[in-house]
């Protein structure tokens, strides 16, 4: 659309009600930035938001959206784009919405490789329901529904991804600005499903997973001699458990969207005053 | 000779017993025959007895019977689960030479044909076809010309090349001759008239399908659950002829979500599932009515709870599609009567989910579902089908329904509750729709007046749909007699044929049958004008004489079936005999 289309366009006028200092306000902006920058606008832009903190972001932006059901987010995006192809389309939501109850979701929408983007605000931890595990808490993390920590391993969201197929994956920190807002870019580019882990702390209840820890520990893939379109290299920086790393992990340059693969290329919402042409042979064929 | 004729080929599930039966369903709607046909089957693949019936006649017909005329017994199993519907003269067709059917005695008064099936079969060209060697043989049995089958055999087969069509239409005749010449004529007395008549035959299922397609529902999202299935079959493949799309989902939280986000960019969308599904779908469904998202969620059902009797009829879930879902949520409920009404329901849910912006349940049953029926290719005229897309805005119009900061308004407050809609892509509309309470612009708000007035807003909906639409129910029978017969979904065809048998017994009756559900005709006067009110349906503890009686604040007797199986006329019309009598 038009270049006069600036980032701000995308803020709704509600003012978000995110404590100071939580990272969804960064991811956010990025956000807003990266549709901007990529030559959207609100009005061909459908934002579907998943439930908890993370969810609200619906709200504070201007766009089409839906704010949806707990952890159901990535179909309604996927119905979106099927159904208005002419869409720009971003799902977004947290750890526990995306890989707890909406983990089953995940590994279908990556499968079906949907020409969108996935967003998921990841402070490890559930933020709106005042501070229980989430799926990507650590073993040991201490919280009132874990006492003694969850005593599991946490999931790993990149590596479920690639193993599930990912066309695309990418993970962000909320504080980088610049980096966060490139790497959703390169999501939005992307020809299919362009899924990007955000580092997004919530100040309020994870004092483990804080800024200084993203900021001292994360290893910028940019500063590496690193080809994302190689698998293998992918799979040995996904499966390190020694290092986290900001940056496109996984590029297949070869992916084709599911739109493209079944021809999907018009808006559906045009149908005909009666019954459309032809359709009496639907009749026919029953003699 | 009865004016109807009924026959059933049996065996076990994979012995291509449902494809042989609808082959000659086929064959005898193409000769201009009436047929109605139904299935015993049970929930597995190989293995187990399932049994293809068909009752066909010259006249019109809409129930099943008791009666077999001609069975093909490709087991001894299917004999016995059909003896009490055998009656003296009824003519079995079985392979002697097959193991099994070795020992196979054919009880007292009824003429077995021992034809060697998989012999002539192989004889023709291949063992496969012993079930249309079978075939051959019903149509020596019933004088039904040959050359009828002869076209069923190319739509089955046709695709498989011609030889295969010539070497099926070869083993039919084998059957045939094999029983003209080795059997006496005197003891195969029935006749199959043909007429002119082109009829066409389907299920319920492909109905909805075709309905869906008819009014222009682009988008489709499901999980398979019998009897649900057929519905996504039917799409497939023919969807797309019509620029529309099929999506097989994760799962039934998936299918309705993904519904809901085709309805939100615009297009007409649809999920069908069944039950256990139907439980799955309900927290999106109060999310699908809050955001007043326009979809049709169509459930078959079958019989429950949890799993059930999957391949079992059931009207078991009247009570979840009105009350399902947590908080108060307003709905439209349609529940077709008859596979033709499969069709126009369909069409007419879709209209009133745009109309309204509001879920509507379509809600079929197995019976309806499974059965297939005859029809004049008219009852299904797409010259008649009327699309109404409700209060759709464009970037013109728009301006009339935002704010002065030129904010669009989706849920604004209107006397008929109908908001605008804005497809997404329409400069000037976008905004925000969420499941929270939400005011005129879609924003979120816990105040109460807001709150009281969006609630009253989404009711009134449903208050002028009350007014504007017309929700008679279908009448039978005599409009002036004393007893009052009321049924819903797919008992209509037994109820109708029913009334036959209570004429012949001099039983006077009035037969609503209430193709809706939620709104509901209000029956009150009806009530009042009677002696005597039944409401049959296929449940145990009448869940539509509950809100009938809470409705018309009248006691309803009832008649109430839940072993799994449709009511059948005759049985139907003893039951309402004894019933109005007790
Ligand atoms: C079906 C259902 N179960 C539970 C909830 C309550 N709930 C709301 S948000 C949330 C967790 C959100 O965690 P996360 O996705 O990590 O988001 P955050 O708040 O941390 O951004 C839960 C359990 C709900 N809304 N719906
Ligand atoms: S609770 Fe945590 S996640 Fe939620 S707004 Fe506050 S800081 Fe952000």
Redesign the interface.
């Known amino acids: 659309m038009s270049s006069q289309v600036r980032f701000t366009d995308f803020k709704?006028?509600?003012q978000p009600t995110w404590c100071p200092g939580c990272g969804d306000f960064g991811t956010m902006n990025g956000m807003m930035k990266a549709l901007a920058e990529t030559g959207n606008d609100?009005?061909?832009?459908?934002v579907?938001a998943g439930i908890g903190c993370s969810g609200k972001i619906?709200?504070y932006m201007?766009?089409?959206?839906?704010?949806?059901?707990h952890?159901?987010a990535l179909?309604?995006?996927?119905?979106?784009?099927?159904?208005?192809p002419?869409?720009e389309v971003m799902v977004a939501g947290g750890d526990g919405d995306g890989y707890s109850i909406g983990a089953?979701?995940f590994?279908?929408a990556v499968r079906r490789n949907v020409d969108m983007s996935y967003v998921v605000m990841d402070n490890r931890i559930y933020g709106l329901t005042k501070g229980q595990a989430s799926p990507t808490s650590r073993e040991d993390f201490e919280t009132a529904t874990t006492p003694e920590g969850p005593k599991q391993p946490p999931v790993n969201p990149l590596a479920l991804a690639l193993a599930s197929g990912a066309t695309f994956i990418a993970q962000s920190f909320s504080s980088d600005a610049l980096r966060h807002q490139e790497i959703v870019q390169k999501a939005i580019e992307h020809d299919g499903f362009g899924f990007v882990n955000v580092f997004s702390p919530c100040v309020t209840f994870n004092d483990v997973d804080t800024y200084d820890y993203f900021r001292d520990s994360l290893v910028d893939l940019a500063d590496e001699d690193y080809d994302p379109h190689d698998r293998e290299a992918a799979k040995d920086r996904v499966l390190d458990a020694e290092k986290e790393y900001m940056g496109v992990l996984y590029q297949d340059e070869d992916s084709v969207s599911y739109e493209s693969q079944?021809?999907?290329d018009?808006?559906?919402?045009e149908?005909?005053?009666?019954?459309?042409e032809?359709?009496?042979d639907?009749?026919?064929e029953?003699? | 000779m009865p004016a109807d004729f009924n026959w059933a080929i049996g065996g076990e599930a994979g012995d291509g017993i449902d494809s042989t039966g609808k082959i000659f369903a086929q064959a005898l709607s193409r000769a201009g025959r009436h047929v109605f046909t139904s299935k015993d089957f049970a929930s597995r693949i190989r293995g187990g007895y399932t049994a293809y019936k068909v009752r066909t006649s010259v006249e019109d017909i809409q129930s099943v019977v008791d009666r077999l005329d001609v069975l093909i017994a490709l087991t001894p199993r299917t004999i016995e689960e059909n003896l009490d519907e055998l009656h003296e003269g009824s003519v079995i067709i079985y392979d002697g030479e097959r193991t099994t059917m070795q020992d196979v005695e054919i009880p007292e008064g009824m003429v077995g044909l021992n034809v060697p099936l998989k012999g002539l079969a192989e004889e023709a060209g291949g063992a496969i076809m012993r079930n249309v060697v079978a075939l051959g043989a019903a149509c020596a049995v019933t004088n039904f010309p040959i050359e009828n089958l002869d076209s069923s055999l190319k739509k089955r087969f046709g695709d498989k090349g011609q030889a295969i069509v010539d070497n099926n239409k070869k083993a039919a005749r084998k059957g045939l001759e094999y029983v003209e010449e080795e059997y006496d004529e005197e003891d195969l007395d029935y006749d199959l008239d043909t007429t002119d008549n082109d009829y066409v035959l389907l299920n319920g299922d492909e109905a909805i399908g075709m309905g869906a397609i008819a009014a222009g529902c682009k988008f489709y999202a499901g999980y398979p659950i019998t009897p649900a299935t057929d519905v996504m079959t039917y799409l497939t493949g023919r969807i797309e002829r019509f620029g529309g799309h099929v999506v097989q989902a994760e799962d039934e939280l998936a299918a309705i979500n993904l519904a809901l986000g085709a309805a939100r960019s615009g297009a007409r969308s649809m999920t069908a599932t069944s039950g256990p599904g139907i439980d799955l779908m309900t927290e999106t469904f109060g999310l699908v009515a809050t955001s007043e998202t326009p979809l049709v969620i169509c459930d078959v059902m079958r019989s429950g709870p949890s799993t059930g009797m999957p391949t079992k009829q059931e009207q078991g879930d009247l009570n979840t599609l009105l009350h399902g879902g947590h908080g108060e949520v307003p709905r439209f409920i349609l529940a077709p009567t008859t596979v033709a009404e499969c069709f126009w329901k369909t069409v007419e849910a879709f209209n009133l989910a745009e109309q309204y912006q509001t879920p509507v349940y379509l809600t079929s049953d197995l019976a309806l579902a499974v059965t297939e029926q005859t029809f004049e290719p008219d009852a299904f005229d797409m010259d008649a089908v009327e699309i109404e897309r409700g209060n759709v805005v464009d970037e013109e119009s728009i301006g009339d329904h935002q704010t002065e900061q030129e904010q669009f308004k989706p849920h604004e407050l209107t006397d008929d509750g109908v908001s605008p809609r804005a497809f997404p892509g329409t400069a000037g509309g976008a905004h925000m729709s969420t499941g929270l309470e939400h005011d005129e612009l879609g924003r979120r708000t816990e105040d109460t007046e807001m709150r009281v007035k969006q609630v009253d807003k989404r009711d009134r909906k449903v208050e002028t749909a009350r007014e504007r639409e017309d929700w008679s129910p279908r009448e039978f029978g005599n409009s002036d007699a004393e007893n009052l017969v009321v049924s819903w979904g797919s008992n209509e065809g037994a109820l109708v044929e029913a009334l036959a048998f209570l004429e012949e017994d001099g039983v006077d009756v009035r037969v609503l049958s209430v193709p809706y559900i939620f709104p509901r005709p209000d029956l009150s006067e009806e009530f009042e004008a009677a002696e005597e009110v039944v409401v049959v349906e296929c449940n145990a503890t009448g869940q539509f004489a509950d809100v009938l009686e809470h409705d018309t604040l009248t006691r309803v007797k009832r008649i109430n079936k839940y072993n799994g199986v449709r009511f059948k006329a005759d049985e139907l019309a003893t039951d309402i005999k004894e019933t109005l009598s007790a």
């Open positions: 709704s006028d509600k609100p009005d061909n832009t459908f579907v619906g709200t201007h766009s089409y959206a839906i704010h949806g059901v952890g159901r179909p309604v995006g996927a119905g979106v784009k099927m159904a208005n002419e869409l089953g979701h590994v279908h079944h021809g999907l018009s808006p559906m919402h149908i005909d005053d009666g019954a459309p032809g359709a009496m639907l009749v026919r029953f003699y």
